[in-house]
């Protein structure tokens, strides 16, 4: 039996077209929600950058596990190590990268560049005041969003010591606390709720799904799903401008 449900955002609940969740999303919700699931949000954004829903969630797992919470309480909060972020202050400095930060509840951006500017379009979020990257230096960090290249991946990876890049785009990569994932977040949610793991089904697109979907009872992936997603995945549903998460419900309710 399903009680829990867990959606990530971008190119999953969001179309990357439309920027708008499809009226066959919030049906499936409606549906979900009269079975008696639950439906909580998994994402790499950070709270501050969560758009309204007209679909709605019971606790929320953002910055990839980062920080996880209810309307009431924190459920996990694990930053970034303060020796990283400083580490990463100078290689950003190094290689002129534009850098994103956010703390618990508030981002700042530092170095902008044209690729930034086209991500925040695409992506369509608010980019933040722009500040110098010193200021990040001591900031308590839950996750960075690196705009580089993946060819620079493997240069950073040996200053970021205690920290992992799911990287989701080929134009920059999230930067977190090693072990967080969005199956952590999963795990404190289903704890907190008392939902065993066999109960639960979980919606991805990108590679940073993929410990979601490994963890979850079902692991659903969307039809424009990264090949690396579909290859752990249990199901592949149709795609995100095709009512892929309306379709997937409906064969899983049936």
Not at 24 to 49: E, I, K, N
Not at 200 to 207: H, Y
Request: glycine share 6%; aromatic share 8%; net charge negative.
């Amino acid at each position: 039996m399903i009680k829990a449900a867990f959606f990530d955002i971008d190119g999953t609940l969001l179309s990357f077209t439309t920027h708008r969740v499809s009226p066959g999303t919030v049906r499936a919700f409606d549906r979900l929600h009269r079975a008696g699931v639950r439906t909580f949000l998994s994402t790499g954004r950070p709270q501050v950058l969560i758009p309204d829903f007209p679909v709605s969630f019971e606790a929320h797992i953002t910055m990839n596990g980062g920080y996880v919470f209810t309307p009431d309480r924190v459920l996990l909060s694990n930053p970034l190590p303060a020796e990283a972020v400083s580490n990463w202050v100078d290689f950003a400095i190094r290689h002129k990268l534009c850098t994103m930060l956010f703390t618990a509840d508030s981002m700042m951006l530092a170095q902008p560049n044209e690729v930034a500017a086209k991500l925040r379009d695409q992506l369509e979020f608010t980019m933040p005041p722009v500040t110098d990257i010193e200021c990040m230096r001591h900031a308590e960090a839950y996750q960075l969003i690196a705009v580089m290249p993946p060819a620079l991946d493997d240069l950073a990876r040996p200053i970021l010591h205690g920290c992992s890049m799911p990287r989701w785009h080929q134009a920059f990569t999230d930067i977190v606390a090693q072990g967080n994932t969005k199956a952590l977040g999963m795990d404190a949610i289903c704890r907190h709720y008392g939902i065993r793991q066999d109960e639960t089904i979980a919606f991805g697109d990108g590679a940073n799904d993929i410990e979601m979907l490994q963890w979850a009872g079902t692991g659903i992936a969307m039809g424009n799903a990264s090949d690396d997603l579909k290859a752990v995945a249990d199901m592949v549903t149709t795609d995100v401008d095709n009512e892929g998460i309306e379709h997937a419900i409906n064969i899983l309710l049936s």
